[in-house]
């Protein structure tokens, strides 16, 4: 791909400075938009507007659609109004609604002020919606059909109507009121009885979402039911508009960056990586950072109120980074499964008994095998082969129940936390690695020394 790329990106530049427009075009029309609009974000902004207006008018409206907001913005800055019109009404109207979330305000304006009256009002309806919602994401650009129409009417009403639609692989029936009735796959349509009627064809138990609902609960169904759309429908069961399957594709994408970045203790970053500037780098990062070196504090008291026992045991102190290593990793397996779990919706609030049970059977496994190696590797390592005899069988005998209890907790807290967090109403993504880290690193320390006291009587 990325010799392609660069192959196509000198083609394209040598042309470009030989003039040969024509050739140039030649070139871009066979290419798909996403390429193009990769190309021409590495070819640079000098090249850009002329490359741009060499393309057929669905092509480069297409094109737009793939770009960046930044190369986006680039190009509005520069179209004349007539271009600007063409491109905003070749535009289908989600991605219509993208394009004015992204823009400045006084892109905004001109954006609107282009469109024709009817697009215009229906970008005003959607941008209504809340932010996460999935009337945020539909699109109105529909095929719907009525229930009394023949086979044949519904044809000629799709060829009539669907060059204008997103997607016409599944036609909507609503009644009269726009009431959402049935669906219909244009495969059933043309396999049908031309003088079939689409009331005896369509599927009536249809699944369906509010306008309301969050986008990615949406997009999880899209995916689960392996749809081509989603019809959404207001509390009257109104058909409004559908979902498209690349949205909800963008939708889990976003989410699962946006969990990601999370999960490292990173606020989300809005813009891709080698876009993002470094002070906003900074500030996603340093707050998590300046947060996370406070909470670690807790570990050096705990040391510290614990100096009588290392000053009798001092071999103690060679095993800390290895428990509280193990019992991060723990924490972490367990905090990611249930994250991921709970995004897929696979295991919900009222189970959280029977995954505490689970993930209390897998810490039993884990902490025994671990103690066994750990006790072997510093009888046979620490003792015999480095000859360090202060450590002893009792020290041995700590650390390994120690790291049975550690995981144990460890991986409890790691699924509990998430759990809570989700059914409170923050995101459970929060709760992973950085922070559950951190707390076990202090829960690890209280752990192994209370231990050692009992066990060494120190």
């Known amino acids: ?69 930044d190369l986006q913005e680039l190009l509005i800055r520069g179209f004349s109004d007539s271009e600007l019109k063409a491109v905003v009404n070749e535009m289908y109207i989600d991605d219509a609604v993208d394009l004015v979330e992204e823009m400045p305000a006084n892109v905004v304006k001109r954006i609107l002020q282009q469109a024709d009256p009817d697009t215009r009002k229906l970008i005003n309806e959607i941008l209504k919606y809340p932010e996460d919602s999935a009337g945020s994401i539909m699109t109105t650009e529909y095929v719907d059909l009525r229930p009394d129409m023949t086979i044949r009417e519904a044809e000629d009403h799709i060829r009539r109507t669907g060059i204008d ?29 031309p003088d079939a009627y689409v009331r005896d064809k369509m599927e ?10 969050d986008k990615e609960e949406v997009a999880l169904m899209i995916s689960k039911y392996n749809f081509d759309a989603m019809p959404v429908v207001d509390k009257e069961n109104r058909l409004v508009g559908i979902v498209t399957f690349d949205d909800a594709f963008e939708v889990i994408t976003e989410e699962a960056t946006e969990d990601i970045e999370k999960m490292a203790g990173m606020t989300p970053s809005e813009k891709p990586y080698l876009k993002t500037e470094v002070y906003r780098l900074w500030l996603n990062r340093i707050p998590w950072l300046l947060l996370l070196m406070i909470s670690a504090t807790f570990t050096g008291l705990i040391i510290t109120n614990y100096e009588h026992a290392l000053a009798a045991q001092v071999a103690l102190m060679s095993f800390v980074p290895m428990l509280m290593g193990t019992g991060g990793n723990s924490g972490s397996q367990s905090s990611v499964t249930a994250i991921r779990n709970l995004s897929l919706n696979e295991i ?3 189970d959280l008994l029977r995954v505490v049970w689970k993930e209390v059977r897998v810490s039993l496994f884990c902490g025994v095998t671990l103690a066994i190696a750990g006790f072997c590797k510093i009888m046979l390592v620490d003792r015999l082969i480095l ?27 790691g699924c509990v936390l998430p759990m809570v967090a989700a059914k ?22 209280l752990i192994y020394f209370r231990i050692a006291t009992l066990i060494l009587r120190i």
């Open 204 to 213: 009536s138990n249809v699944i369906s979402v509010t306008t309301t609902q």
């Open 424 to 445: 409170v109403g923050f995101d459970p993504a929060v709760m992973a690695s950085p922070i559950i880290t951190t707390a076990l690193d202090a829960l690890t320390l």
């Open 387 to 413: 000859q360090n005899y202060s450590v002893t069988v009792p020290v041995a005998l700590v650390v390994s129940i120690t790291l049975v209890v550690v995981v144990l907790v460890a991986k409890v807290i």
């Open 1 to 69: 791909m990325t010799e392609r790329t660069a192959t196509l990106e000198s083609t394209l530049s040598a042309l470009a400075a030989a003039k040969k427009y024509s050739a140039l075009r030649e070139v871009l029309i066979t290419m798909n938009p996403s390429d193009i609009a990769y190309v021409f974000d590495e070819l640079g902004e000098k090249l850009l507007p002329l490359l741009f207006r060499l393309l057929p008018k669905e092509l480069a409206a297409e094109s737009f659609v793939e770009m960046d907001s």
């Open 348 to 350: 919900q609030f009222s």
């Open 165 to 193: 639609k997103e997607t016409i692989n599944t036609c909507y029936v609503t009644d009269r009121s726009k009431r959402l009735i049935g669906a219909i796959s244009i495969r059933t349509i043309i396999l049908s009885d």
